[in-house]
């Protein structure tokens, strides 16, 4: 005796699969973004004059707290003392374990340099020098060596130039912000962060309205699986 069993099995559209790995890799890849921090300087170099007080603007961005982490600020030009048999280092700001560091600081910036410290959470590692000499001119490199990111330092360039009678004022990109007001707008969503949410909402909308469109679209295949009943003797 022949019997028919009749199975139904639905499997998803092709299409289904397809969009849902799509907007899996794109989110994996925005999430990679937002994580990846950076050290950002000014593009513009930074003009001051003897005797002022200057401020060299550096910063983390998306804005982050970096007061757990080591900070330091150097003359990348600079050349390690020849007396010196261990070659040491020496910085013109040095910040760790939440403190500065005078130990191992150039004699020249020693009670003429600060960071600041409320900036500190926002990501804002700007180095204030006081009393700016001739000598302070060149570059400055302000380095974050255990970062989250790839770029990990950024170079400030320092124009010390000598006031005049027909000095005039430089032009706006070139004077340098107080970043005690710029952590005063870090408080919120930066415009990456909020880009990145905006993103992923319109992905989830379009998993929505794919499920909804393509689910019924499904292949429905039934079987017809024949059994055969052998009487038994």
Not at 7 to 35: D, K, N, W, Y
Not at 37 to 58: E, N
Not at 216 to 231: E, S
Request: hydrophobic share 40%; charged share 20%.
């Amino acid at each position: 005796m022949d019997v028919e069993k009749l199975g139904c099995s639905v499997s998803p559209s092709p299409i289904i699969l397809h969009f849902t790995l799509v907007v899996l890799l794109l989110l994996v890849g925005f999430t990679a973004v937002e994580g990846d921090s950076r050290v950002v300087g000014p593009l513009q170099p930074i003009v001051a004059a003897p005797g002022d007080d200057v401020i060299l603007p550096c910063h983390v961005e998306p804005p982050e707290t970096v007061a757990g982490l080591t900070v330091e600020w150097s003359r990348p030009d600079r050349q390690p003392d020849p007396r010196d048999r261990l070659s040491r280092v020496e910085y013109v700001h040095l910040y760790r374990d939440t403190r500065e560091v005078p130990d191992m600081k150039i004699s020249s910036y020693v009670g003429r340099t600060e960071l600041f410290t409320e900036g500190l959470r926002h990501g804002n590692i700007s180095l204030k020098i006081m009393n700016v000499t001739l000598a302070d001119k060149g570059r400055f490199r302000c380095f974050i060596p255990k970062l989250n990111g790839q770029i990990q330092s950024s170079v400030v360039q320092l124009v010390v130039e000598r006031k005049s009678a027909t000095t005039e004022t430089p032009p706006r990109s070139h004077q340098t912000p107080d970043p005690r007001k710029e952590a005063d707008g870090k408080g919120g969503l930066s415009s990456q962060h909020i880009w990145v949410v905006v993103v992923c909402v319109v992905l989830i909308i379009l998993v929505v309205f794919g499920v909804i469109v393509y689910l019924p679209q499904g292949v429905t295949k039934c079987q017809k699986h024949k059994l055969i009943l052998v009487p038994t003797v």
